[in-house]
């Protein structure tokens, strides 16, 4: 009790974070309002990166007067529907369009499958390195993130058996991201089986982002959506606008099922009451999802220009130094760097960002282990890319004994 009897507010345990900035976000902050130059290699926003967007052919279908009448639909327009049920038959899979649940972002995606699967205390599985945003949509859902450790070896791999040990009664389902962030390794065939071998045998389901699945470099550009072939355990393909057509700010992505009969009538009856309890899609950004999917060519095109022109040009200033090095990059918008580890990572950072001026992610950041880890963003603008990239290979060079 506090004095005069009132009792001190409490917030929520889930909301409980530390908001604590850290000094790179501090100076980071302080060098942005001052206008200083930098070089910013953790830019993944499209719309920031200077792609060319053709306004009129994305603002038109946002006219459409369908969107004056609302219809409220759990899994969405049926139109909108098709369009990402085409979108899988343009991969070489057969979706049906009322397997397909609109949602307005991956991020809510996750959070409804989260709700249908587990229950406050329950466990998902999820690859590491990975994405931090699962942290956080996992803890505002009650349910505990437990990373599986990928390992990197001439290319990434899973863990099979660290995998398995992971598995315990609260476990409800595996993540699986493809091709993963920030490490952009797609799940090879093998592995895919494997995982559904240990779904199968211990009751789990399977979530799978897809977000960056259009996004393989040169020679990967055909790997298989995991919404192909069968599906031997109730398995939730994710993906969205914000990837696959570069449009943020649409806030459009879906959740594609699969199972069998039993299984996947159950998933359908229960999303749809979760979905009918938000009824969170906008009809104009319904209406609009068949032309932004049937038009995603354009910006992927000019996406995967500026990722291989930037990888090029990263390999090309490593070429000339010894002490930084990159992991092979099979797809996405991100690379990583292994620099000299004589320090804790954020120490780099921001030595990098103050003496530097180059912006760039810590692998811990990402549940890289160990000391000496970089995360590069190959979406940044070339010139900006190129100059970051030169400082990072300077600055290790000129720290040299
Ligand atoms: C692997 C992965 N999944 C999901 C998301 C979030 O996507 P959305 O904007 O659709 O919520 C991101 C964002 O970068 C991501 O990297």
Redesign the pocket.
């Known amino acids: 009790m506090r004095e005069g009897g009132s009792k001190k507010f409490a917030w929520s345990a889930r909301t409980q974070w530390d908001f604590t900035e850290t000094p790179w976000a501090r100076h980071l902050a302080r060098l942005r309002a001052a206008g200083a130059q930098l070089w910013d290699l953790t830019a993944?926003n499209p719309t920031h990166c200077g792609f060319a967007y053709h306004a009129a052919s994305i603002l038109a279908p946002l006219q459409d007067p369908v969107a004056l009448h609302y219809e409220p639909n759990p899994r969405g327009l049926r139109p909108a529907r098709e369009a990402v049920s085409q979108y899988y038959s343009d991969h070489g899979a057969t979706v049906d369009p009322e397997h397909i649940f609109l949602t307005t972002?991956?991020?809510?995606a996750y959070s409804f499958l989260l709700r249908l699967l587990c229950d406050p205390g329950d466990e998902v599985l999820i690859g590491q390195p990975g994405?931090p945003?699962f942290d956080f949509l996992a803890r505002l859902d009650d349910v505990h993130l437990v990373p599986y450790e990928l390992f990197y070896d001439h290319g990434w791999h899973l863990d099979l058996q660290a995998l398995r040990r992971r598995v315990n009664s609260r476990t409800r389902a595996i993540a699986v991201?493809h091709p993963n962030?920030p490490t952009g390794h797609f799940t090879r065939k093998a592995e895919r089986a494997a995982i559904e071998g240990l779904c199968r045998e211990h009751g789990l389901a399977l979530i799978v982002?897809e977000?960056?699945l259009d996004y393989g470099m040169a020679g990967q550009e055909d790997q298989e959506s995991f919404a192909s072939g069968s599906h031997a355990v109730p398995t939730f393909v994710l993906s969205?606008l914000?990837?696959v057509a570069a449009l943020?700010q649409m806030k459009a992505?879906w959740i594609a099922c699969f199972a069998g009969e039993e299984d996947l009538a159950e998933a359908l009856q229960r999303l749809e009451v979760i979905s009918d309890t938000f009824l969170s899609m906008s009809a104009p950004i319904q209406c609009a999802i068949p032309t932004w999917l049937r038009d995603r060519a354009v910006p992927q095109r000019q996406i995967r220009e500026r990722l291989e022109r930037n990888l090029a040009a990263l390999d090309a200033i490593l070429l000339h130094q010894t002490l930084v090095t990159r992991l092979e990059v099979e797809a996405g918008w991100y690379a990583v760097l292994r620099v000299p580890g004589l320090q804790p990572e954020e120490e780099t950072a921001l030595e990098l960002l103050l003496e530097r001026g180059v912006v760039v992610h810590p692998g811990g950041f990402f549940g890289f282990s160990g000391q000496g880890w970089l995360v590069i963003s190959l979406l940044a603008p070339e010139t900006d890319f190129r100059r970051g990239i030169e400082a990072i290979a300077w600055h290790f060079k000129a720290d040299s004994p």
């Open positions: 993944s972002s991956t991020s809510e994405y945003l991201v962030n982002d977000v960056f969205g914000s990837k943020p992505a």
